[in-house]
């Protein structure tokens, strides 16, 4: 069965980092697109980033581009999300996801994602 785990969360100052990661387990790294997710309070689940099947070519959304960094290690089944620069407008629960393209969960579209993991950025 498929299950994506995130870790790595908290709370952080503006301006500072986070790396969060997620365990996947129970499908092939060429069945879906791995991303991330994101959902604040009073707001509806928006995409942040993606990463293709193969070479791993990253997608990003417009609002974390050049602040964030998507990466996975294939060896350990599991997917990054270097998180630098943060403001306090990326405060969210952010989740892993998986999708059939990454235009879809770029665009807050999955198949399935995890629990989710508490971002805060606040000072």
């Known amino acids: 069965q498929l299950q994506l785990v995130e870790s790595g969360g908290g709370l952080v100052q503006p301006g500072g980092s986070l790396r969060l990661s997620c365990a996947a387990s129970g499908f092939t790294l060429d069945s879906y697109v791995l991303g991330w997710l994101r959902q604040a309070p009073g707001k509806e689940r928006e995409g942040v980033s993606c990463?293709?099947?193969?070479?791993?070519?990253?997608f990003y959304a417009a609002s974390v581009k050049g602040r964030f960094t998507i990466s996975r290690d294939n060896a350990k089944n599991t997917l990054y999300l270097q998180m630098n620069s943060l403001k306090p407008e990326d405060t969210a629960v952010y989740y892993c996801?998986?999708?059939?393209?990454?235009?879809?969960?770029?665009?807050?579209?999955?198949?399935?994602w995890g629990q989710g993991t508490q971002v805060t950025v606040s000072s």
């Open positions: 990463i293709s099947r193969g070479v791993g070519i990253p």
């Open positions: 996801a998986v999708a059939d393209t990454c235009g879809s969960l770029v665009a807050g579209r999955s198949n399935f």
